[in-house]
């Protein structure tokens, strides 16, 4: 039996690599229909100043920075939801596109404070779409809520186990390659 879709989970701690995992399996992937956003530091003199978003189409913006006031926060961080729901959560949408893969880097708490990315998180669950996401370790609500949807696997990342687990993960989507 072929795999139609699959729906998987990359957790583990801060800095162990889930960002850079997820990159190099959508490398190994070499998929053209694929949709979604990965976030990276803003860095200042050597300081995390906050977050931006990057749209695998190329489009990028601000996720949470120290310079945005009021809530909602994270620590030190305001958080961009309006910005974040324009440009990001809108393509999170599978009834709006063919995408074969969803690419969520990361359902944490900064993006958890906007009910369109929960609610649009939650559709894509439920479809018979490919998910690749990466969520927080430790969280309540929609980060722990989609740890235990049915079909998904979990996966904790550490240094150690990085490349296995990208090659695993790679195998499991193989079957993207079919009709890339």
């Known amino acids: 039996m072929s795999l139609k879709y699959a729906k998987i989970l ?13 990159m190099r399996i959508l490398t190994n992937l070499k998929c053209k229909n694929v949709v979604g956003f990965y976030t990276q530091e803003i860095r200042n003199n050597g300081r995390r100043t906050g977050f931006m978003w990057n749209r695998l189409d190329g ?18 961080y305001g958080v961009n939801v309006p910005g974040f729901e324009k440009s990001v ?9 063919d995408a074969r893969l969803f690419v969520i880097d ?10 369109k990315f929960i609610e649009a998180v939650r559709k894509l ?16 609500g929609l980060i722990g809520e989609v740890k235990n949807y049915p079909d ?8 150690q186990n990085r490349d ?17």
């Open 152 to 159: 998904v696997r979990l996966f904790n990342l550490t240094v």
């Open 125 to 140: 669950f439920a479809s018979d779409r490919s998910i690749l996401a990466t969520v927080a370790r430790k969280g309540s």
């Open 59 to 76: 489009s990028e913006g601000i996720l949470a920075d120290v310079k945005i006031k009021g809530p909602p926060r994270v620590g030190k």
């Open 89 to 97: 959560v809108r393509i999170l949408n599978a009834d709006r596109t």
């Open 164 to 180: 296995r687990i990208i090659t695993e993960i790679s195998q499991i989507f193989s079957f993207l390659k079919k009709n890339a």
């Open 106 to 115: 990361e359902i944490g708490k900064m993006e958890c404070f906007s009910r």
């Open 10 to 22: 990359v957790t583990g701690l801060p800095g162990c690599g889930k960002t850079t995992a997820i």
